[in-house]
């Protein structure tokens, strides 16, 4: 083979293998850029992945703690050095133990130093709450979790995940002071702290179920108004909570004490042995509460009335015997207050006859059977008979006419004196109608309003109708209000003074009734809007045997004619109290004297008979 063709091949042959490494090298370098992108796309991931958690650990509001087993602290985030209140130069390389556990609850140094995490022990399982304590002594609430992993170095790590809920903890802590507030506000009285009328239900119903005989004192105050009336309602409030104090002090161990409302509580007594003790305890009650108190410098004191009665049957409710009590109450009130009186046999008669009375004065109150009867008013200084007063009669079924001071208590006891008084607004201006057709239309008609009619949202609607329809003149028409109406401490500013101020700015006229034996008579006269007052039957009837009624009544007469009212006296019997009455400066009376209470036809009669017969009795005058 010629040099030149052997030289060729053997150039063509180098050649291809110059080509074929030239590939392989090419091969190999494409085979380690694909390694070198992929290993610059790993570091790539785990740069941002670092950045990630670095992001994260150093803006996450949560704190974060890495520690080895021993507690020791080898690395924390910034939510964390805030949350306690330290930087990370002070917390690295300690153990939490030594700054973060309250002072007084902090481990010993070789506690601490003895100290090592347990991947077993169940208290570092789930959510942990500890109080901690940061730098500058205040207190928190730090919400925790535990988890556990090794570093690349095959090391153990504890990783530590704080929350601070202190907020959280006050806020359930609040949530649970209003609760229990208002679980003991159903159950007691604001004001002393005893049980109320719910709690005393539940109580005495499970007391009556357990067997034995169940007392129950009743006590209402008897002065409560007398205080209000005079030193105001704080003083009232200091009277509520001396007579809450002395009655815990005085009852027996697993006895209930309860305030109604208003000045009146109830002892529940369980298992009682008698009547006796029960009244024997209430006597106790009775002698400490009359002990005065301290009220901003004074010495008050105060009495109570009680009622006393036991279970009698093992289907009693506690509804009956607060019944019982309530009229054993009743009657330590009516004997004369400051006693205890007991519910024994004979209030019982007494109680189940005043219980039928009940049915039936209710009974006829909705049925309308009550009527009227007018009682002449005298004019002291005319001479002549110049009004009536309508007067609530209840016919009987033997034909005799029970008088209103028999049942009219009972009456204001059932809530019922609203529609009765509104019975005798209606009857007095049917009255006084009659008058005008019989030409008698100059005299006025008066009628009782009790404090249910002056609250009643009907009255004075009511009123004005009924004079419009019948074309009255308001003039015409008078108010009497009892003198013992409950104004209040603030006479002027009640709302049954603005009702009164509205009557007589309406036309009316207004009287104050039972003058003389109220709690405050002579603020009435100067913060009520009055046309007058009618002095009290009990002054009257005595002026002329006892001096200091006669002053009394006297002293009204004047001071009602210095302040421009009208004064008329009740309850004139004789001719005697009429001249002495006259000698005094009172305008006007009544009287069995002047006439009787009389029937609507009676009294238009008895003026028509009696209009030439009356000269001996202005004679008299």
């Not at 008078?478 to 104004?487: G, K």
């Not at 210095?562 to 400066?585: I, K, N, Y």
Request: hydrophobic share 40%; aromatic share 6%; charged share 25%.
């Amino acid at each position: 083979m010629p040099i030149v063709v052997l030289y060729m091949v053997v150039v063509s042959l180098a050649a291809l293998l110059l080509a074929s490494a030239l590939v392989e090298q090419g091969r190999r370098i494409g085979r380690l850029r694909g390694v070198l992108d992929g290993t610059r796309r790993d570091l790539t991931r785990q740069l941002r992945a670092a950045e990630n958690f670095r992001m994260a650990a150093e803006h996450a509001s949560d704190g974060i703690v890495i520690q080895n087993m021993g507690g020791t602290i080898l690395w924390a985030n910034p939510a964390y050095c805030r949350m306690v209140r330290r930087p990370a130069a002070q917390i690295v390389g300690r153990s939490p133990l030594e700054f973060v556990i309250p002072e007084a609850e902090r481990p010993s140094e070789e506690e601490i130093r003895a100290f090592r995490y347990d991947r077993a022990d169940p208290a570092y399982h789930g959510l942990v709450l500890r109080l901690n304590q940061r730098s500058d002594g205040e207190l928190f609430w730090n919400q925790h979790s535990v988890s556990y992993l090794q570093s690349s170095t095959g090391e153990e790590r504890v990783i530590l995940v704080c929350r601070d809920v202190s907020a959280q903890i006050e806020d359930q802590e609040r949530l649970r002071e209003i609760r229990n507030q208002l679980e003991y506000g159903a159950r007691h009285d604001i004001l002393t702290g005893v049980a109320n009328r719910s709690e005393l239900l539940r109580f005495t119903s499970h007391a009556l179920g357990q067997g034995g005989r169940t007392g129950m004192l009743h006590l209402d105050i008897d002065t409560f108004k007398d205080i209000n009336d005079t030193h105001g309602h704080s003083a009232g409030d200091r009277t509520l909570e001396h007579v809450a104090d002395r009655i815990r002090e005085g009852v027996r161990p697993g006895d209930l004490v309860a305030r109604l409302g208003g000045d009146e509580f109830v002892v529940v007594c369980p298992d009682i042995g008698s009547l006796d003790d029960l009244a024997g305890i209430g006597a106790d009650l009775r002698r400490a509460i009359a002990r005065p108190f301290d009220w901003q410098g004074l010495r008050l004191g105060c009495d109570i009335s009680i009622g006393a009665a036991l279970s009698e049957t093992a289907g009693d409710t506690p509804e009956d015997l607060m019944l019982r009590s309530d009229f054993a109450l009743y009657e330590a009130k009516r004997q004369g207050r400051a006693r205890v009186e007991v519910y024994d046999e004979g209030l019982h008669q007494r109680h189940s006859a005043q219980v039928r009375l009940s049915h039936r004065l209710r009974a006829a109150v909705e049925a309308g059977e009550l009527v009227h009867h007018f009682q002449p008013v005298f004019d002291m200084h005319r001479g002549e008979v110049t009004g009536f007063e309508a007067l609530v009669r209840w016919p009987q079924a033997d034909g005799s006419m029970m008088p209103p001071d028999r049942f009219l208590p009972l009456a204001a006891q059932l809530g019922l004196m609203g529609r009765i008084d509104l019975g005798s607004m209606n009857a007095a201006l049917q009255f006084q109608r009659r008058l005008n057709w019989a030409g008698l239309g100059d005299l006025t008609v008066g009628f009782n309003a009790s404090d249910d009619l002056l609250t009643h949202p009907e009255f004075v609607p009511r009123l004005v109708h009924g004079v419009e329809s019948r074309r009255i003149d308001r003039g015409k028409v008078a108010i009497e209000i009892l003198e013992t109406t409950m104004f209040g401490a603030n006479v002027a500013g009640s709302s049954e003074a603005a009702v009164i101020a509205d009557l007589k700015a309406a036309g009316f006229q207004v009287y104050l009734d039972d003058f003389g034996i109220g709690y405050a008579g002579l603020s009435h006269l100067t913060g009520l809007e009055v046309t007058g007052v009618k002095i009290d039957r009990s002054l009257v009837q005595n002026i002329l045997k006892d001096t200091a009624s006669a002053t009394v009544v006297q002293a009204i007469a004047r001071l009602c004619e210095d302040l421009g009212l009208r004064v008329l006296a009740e309850g004139v019997e004789d001719r005697a109290t009429a001249e002495r009455l006259g000698s005094f400066g009172c305008g006007a009376i009544q009287g069995y004297w002047i006439g009787r209470p009389m029937p609507e036809d009676a009294a238009v009669d008895w003026l028509r008979e009696t209009a030439g017969a009356i000269e001996p009795l202005r004679a008299a005058l």
